[in-house]
């Protein structure tokens, strides 16, 4: 079984987004459901590392990345050994690829 590593920058996406649903939206409960069902979802990296897909065979960009829809969030990861490196958790809605590459990506 993989072992699953959550980066410091997606360790603070998770907790941006529970700040903001139990702050802003004033939904506590709401808030621990969707990062407690986010975790679950990341836990499943660890029998099944390759169920997301990889950005690079959805977007030709060349990465070792690959996604894991967690509800409206997209999980992206790396895979590497026997470890899941879970490198941010960023909004189904953003332009994850400009996100993580800034100018670098060419889309």
Known sequence: MNKVFISPEA????SQIKQYISTELKNRSAANRIVG?????????ERYPEQGPSIEALTGFQTELRML?????IALYNIENETVFVARIIDSRQDYLR???GEDYPG
Do not use: Q
């Not at 360790?11 to 998770?14: F, G, M, P, Q």
């Open 11 to 14: 360790a603070r996406d998770l």
């Open 37 to 45: 069902c986010m975790m679950k979802d990341l836990r499943e990296l």
């Open 69 to 73: 829809l967690c509800g409206k969030h």
């Open 99 to 101: 996100v993580l590459f």
